[in-house]
């Protein structure tokens, strides 16, 4: 696939600089009219060593209005990355909305580099391209662009060009150790990238594969490759958004299907004897169990969802009794800052990952995309539809990484829920909780019912399983999410051993 | 300082499960209200080993409701946090207007047991309980509410207390070999803890000293107090605001006082032939300088103010030609975020201090306190007078660090300006640049150039002092700050060999 970037193709000195000054005036232009679009632009410059990379990276940092795009090399991972998935690092320097972030090497670095190094076999490979595809897709599905340019030598030219390097005092210091021993495995680093750009040129993220070996050629290209796919990618999603408009309706709710939730028994009681012994056994024990989790460094991820009044936040504070509350946060999901709404909706809840051996609890979650979301024709009919694939492709990064992931749906039935409303509206510290809007969410209760159903089909995996919690009875709920959280402590713990 | 606490005061049971129902509603109905003020509360809880801080503060968590405050513990810094000023982690997490974040240990921890161990003396010890000092200061003049809890106990009871524990199966994992070393030192700790205690005493964030023998006492005691304390700033804000409002004046200029600006030489030109020469010469030279930098890694942080039109683009983009994109990064200061203006307005900046061997350019900066705001009236005159010794701490935290710090006015004269107006609206790409806002803040040149004059004077320090560049040639500019960026990293890197 490298031999278009074999031909030796260059650009003569003068055509170059006749057709720099209107290639950066359009850039510029270009780069005004983003800042009004609602997508980010993510820019990946990949290639062989001596391709130019750092040199591209330069140029289209003075060409851009530099204050606008952000330019991001991973070095080796931060402590604070390498106690969290892989792709953490990559969601915390996302550019938002209307800007411009231009990667060097980006996600595809580490894994050619363990290929090449044969620390991964090709299956394993495999699977980290696959990854790194649905993170494409996820952020193109949200209306970001992706450009990818791969900067290509010959072997014979990249030898010429590291011993020219070498020999130039001023560029010596380029040449590491690393990059002689990368050239005698050059055969192998392009049989590795031709698998992976293979793997990954998408329809929708497709690489561009130039041939660095004329600097001049190689810039421009890659700089009016960028300008082109802008230009195309903002009038694209303003014809889109036209059409978007025009289609966006509900599918009919299918009420034959019986629902998963119907089926719940929600008699079950606990007595309070029973409670307060069983809440003082299980306090002491997630107490101990915490404990260790953290000593061990495995982290935990709980998500609350369930209907109003539902009693999330009373588990939640029989939970964190039980903990030490300097491992653990609680994360509520409210309205989105301004810095959060510029970016993917998952973006919000990556931020808030819990470092090694931590606990955090989100009291609702991602999930309300295809909850309220959904049911309150906030997102499209195509949006939630994809977003169950993109929170269990989420939720696996999570479980891969060793994050111990629970999720609870606390159920209540409407006569239970109508009652705990008016109770609330007569205990004074409760009364804040109560607004017209709980009342309006009621009115479409077998929509939310529908929804629920559907998330629990779509998003129940063996490693992040649905736990549904009967919750008419608060001391019975508050038990069984106890008690899971300690069985599901205790049998990864044991695990590991 | 500690004899109130070693009284063995006592509350209870019975009293304190009859008292505890109440503080909790309060303190629920306290917090609601909270969030709707304009100021944070930080809780401190430190004291010493055994005094009880975990237990109140996971005391606090369940009281209040977890999902809106933050409680943070400070380990060892993660590497991201070691490259950079030791406030920095503070910042980091610091509450939002409307919410709580408490601490354990905080900014304290570090000093006291620096010195308890003998690494720094006394000297160096009062030198770092000035910064808090300031740190706190700084925070609670812009509304902040902090509030300090020391937990104190007895020798013989921390030496009961840790003897009681180590017995336990179930709480000996609380005692670790530090805290039998800990014993030992009781005296030591207990004298640094009263010097420390007695300098950050201060009126407007006073320590309390609250005995720990006895759990109910201790605990409801500083319950109480945080209630007191944020139902008491809740009304003084409120009372404030009013007051404030009345008093919101500007001082009359003081034009007889001649401008430092009017003595700048404006006339100043460098020649095409001159500068291409120096532009290449500087490039290179800084190229190589900020490479040895990130080798030894030295950051930099680089402020460009000037008056529209001055030419700060122009100038960040030359010293960016010369930096590894990779390495470097443009802040544009416009209008906060909604998270940036939950917070002070230094935090928006502390964000972007950039890592070890990184170099930051602020386009426009913190000093817009100081000119647009005191200008434009959106700081009140308290605020903006006092944030000259904020700012002048701020960048001492910096240059403390050894970070370099390079601050450059750019001026032009009036005419100047009008023809670079002109010009930028006949230019395409450039006419982005030009507003009415541009044209209406040219009105106020004469009260710009008086802050200037002012800001200049109060914030130039010998280690970070201002640079004034007579800009009305963009040659000779550009050329000069390439040079004075060039020189302060030559002597800087060669006074750490």
Chains 1, 2 share one sequence.
């Not at 998935?85 to 972030?101: H, Q």
């Not at 209306?143 to 020219?164: M, P, S, V, Y």
């Not at 497709?206 to 082109?228: A, C, E």
Request: proline share 3%; net charge neutral; glycine share 4%.
């Amino acid at each position: 696939m490298f031999e278009i970037a074999e031909l030796g193709q260059t650009l003569k000195k003068s055509a170059y600089l006749k057709q720099i000054p209107d290639l950066r005036t359009q850039l510029l232009l270009t780069q005004q009219q983003l800042k009004t679009c609602d997508f980010p632009v993510i820019i990946l410059i990949s290639g062989v060593d001596g391709g130019g990379k750092g040199e591209i990276i330069n140029l289209l940092n003075e060409w851009l209005d530099a204050r606008y795009l952000q330019t991001t090399a991973f070095d080796e991972p931060s402590d604070e990355e390498r106690e969290r998935p892989k792709f953490w690092r990559f969601w915390r320097t996302l550019p938002p909305k209307g800007s411009i972030g231009i990667y060097v090497g980006s996600w595809y670095s580490e894994p050619l580099s363990l290929r090449v190094y044969d620390k991964i076999d090709d299956n394993r490979l495999q699977v980290e391209l696959n990854h790194i595809n649905e993170t494409e897709r996820l952020l193109i599905d949200d209306g970001a662009l992706i450009i990818k340019c791969w900067l290509h030598l010959k072997k014979e030219t990249q030898k010429d060009r590291i011993k020219t390097l070498a020999k130039n005092p001023d560029t010596d210091w380029q040449v590491t150790e690393r990059d002689k021993k990368h050239l005698k495995m050059y055969d192998d680093f392009i049989r590795v990238a031709e698998q992976a750009l293979t793997e990954t040129s998408t329809g929708i993220a497709p690489w561009l594969i130039v041939d660095g070996s004329d600097r001049r050629y190689s810039s421009f290209t890659v700089g009016q490759h960028i300008l082109h796919r802008i230009q195309h990618h903002i009038d694209a999603r303003a014809a889109q958004s036209a059409q978007e408009t025009q289609n966006n309706g509900t599918l009919p709710i299918n009420n034959l299907q019986k629902s998963l939730l119907d089926a719940l028994d929600l008699s079950l009681k606990t007595d309070k004897k029973t409670y307060n012994e069983k809440l003082a056994h299980y306090q002491g024990k997630l107490s101990r169990l915490t404990r260790y989790a953290r000593q061990q460094k495995r982290s935990s991820i709980l998500v609350f969802e369930g209907m109003d009044a539902a009693g999330k936040g009373g588990a939640i504070r029989r939970l964190i009794h039980a903990m030490d509350a300097r491992n653990c946060r609680v994360i509520p999901t409210a309205a989105p800052s301004d810095e959060e709404r510029a970016q993917h909706y998952l973006w919000r809840f990556w931020r808030h990952i819990p470092r090694a051996g931590k606990v955090t609890l989100y009291d609702r979650s991602w999930y309300g995309r295809v909850l309220v979301e959904r049911v309150e024709d906030f997102a499209s009919h195509e949006e939630w539809m994809r977003a169950y694939a993109e929170i269990v492709n989420f939720e696996q990064a999570l479980t891969d990484h060793g994050i111990i992931l629970l999720k609870f749906w606390l159920h209540i039935d409407k006569d239970e829920q109508l009652r705990r409303f008016k109770e609330r509206e007569q205990i004074s510290y409760k009364q804040f909780k109560i607004t017209e809007e709980d009342y309006r969410n009621r009115e479409k209760w077998d929509d939310y019912k529908h929804a629920v159903n559907e998330m629990i089909t779509r998003t129940s995996t063996l490693e992040a399983p649905w736990l549904l919690v009967e919750g008419n009875d608060k001391k019975y709920a508050r038990i069984k999410i106890l008690k899971a959280f300690c069985e599901r402590l205790e049998s990864a713990l044991d695990s590991q051993n």
